[in-house]
C-alpha cells in the first residue's frame, strides 16, 4: 500500500461548481501536511498547510482528520484557472516528505 | 532574486553517457532536495542535504550522486544513464524540514 493515495481523477466539473479532494496517509506518526498544485508541465507550487483545526485561503478549504488519516481540500466557486493537479504532501519527523501521484482538476466553461 | 534555477532545461543522453544537472538557490535556504517525477509515479525523494557538506539518500538514489559544497548549489550528477533514468527532475529548497518548498522549473531528460 503506497503511503499516501489519492484518487488521479480525472474530476471533470463546471465553473462555479464546488469540488472536493481527499488524500488517505498511512503513517500515523506524520506530522506536517500540505496541498500543492501543478500546472502542466510545471513545477509544483505549494498551494496551502493543512492545520488540525482546518483552514481556508479564500475559495480553498483544507481540513485534516488524523482518527482516519485523511486530509482534504475544498475548493468552492471553481474558475477556468483551477484546472491543474493537486498534490498531497505528508511528512513525518524526518525530513523526507511523501507525495501523493496528483489528483487531476478540469474545470470547464 | 531568481528562487530556484535548474539547467539544463531539456537534455538527450545516450545510455552509458555521464552528465551534471545543475540547481541554485539564491534565498539562503539550507534544505535542498532533487525529486524525478515520472507518470503514475508522482514527485519521488533521490537526494537531499540539510546543509553545506551534508547529504542523505531518499528514496530513488540508485545511480546518482550529489555533493553540496555550497549553500546555494546542489548538483545531480548521473554516472552512467540508463533508459530507466528518462524523467523530469525536479530542485527543491526550503527555509526548513517541513514547511513550504521552492521548486526549479525542472529538466526534462531522456536517455536513449
Known amino acids: 500500500r503506497k503511503e499516501v493515495e489519492q484518487d488521479p481523477g480525472p474530476f471533470n466539473v463546471p465553473e462555479g461548481a464546488t469540488v472536493a479532494f481527499n488524500c488517505t496517509y498511512s503513517?500515523?506518526?506524520?506530522?506536517?501536511f500540505f496541498w500543492y498544485r501543478q500546472d502542466c508541465r510545471k513545477e509544483p507550487k505549494l498551494l496551502m498547510s493543512?492545520?488540525?483545526s482546518g483552514n481556508e485561503d479564500g475559495r480553498f478549504t483544507a481540513q485534516l482528520n488524523r482518527a482516519s488519516q485523511y486530509i482534504s481540500l475544498l475548493i468552492r466557486d471553481s474558475k477556468l484557472s483551477d484546472s491543474a493537479t493537486y498534490l498531497c504532501?505528508?511528512?513525518?519527523?524526518?525530513?523526507?516528505?511523501?507525495f501523493g501521484r496528483g489528483t487531476s482538476l478540469i474545470v470547464h466553461p | 532574486n531568481a528562487g530556484v534555477t535548474q539547467t539544463p532545461k531539456f537534455q538527450v543522453l545516450k545510455t552509458g553517457q555521464s552528465m551534471t544537472l545543475q540547481c541554485a538557490q539564491d534565498?539562503?535556504?539550507?534544505?535542498m532536495s532533487w525529486y524525478r517525477q515520472d507518470p503514475g509515479m508522482g514527485l519521488r525523494l533521490i537526494h537531499y542535504?540539510?546543509?553545506?557538506?551534508?547529504?542523505d539518500q531518499g528514496e530513488v538514489p540508485n545511480g546518482y550522486n550529489v555533493s553540496r559544497s555550497t549553500t546555494e548549489d546542489f548538483p545531480l550528477r548521473l554516472l552512467s544513464a540508463a533508459p530507466s533514468q528518462t524523467s523530469v527532475y525536479f530542485c527543491?529548497?526550503?527555509?526548513?524540514?517541513?514547511?513550504?518548498?521552492?521548486f526549479g522549473p525542472g529538466t526534462r531528460l531522456t536517455v536513449l
Open positions: 527543491a529548497s526550503s527555509y526548513s524540514a517541513g514547511p513550504e518548498q521552492f
Open positions: 503513517n500515523s506518526a506524520s506530522q506536517s
Open positions: 493543512v492545520y488540525s
Open positions: 504532501v505528508v511528512s513525518g519527523g524526518s525530513y523526507i516528505p511523501t
Open positions: 534565498m539562503n535556504h539550507e534544505y
Open positions: 542535504s540539510v546543509g553545506a557538506g551534508i547529504t
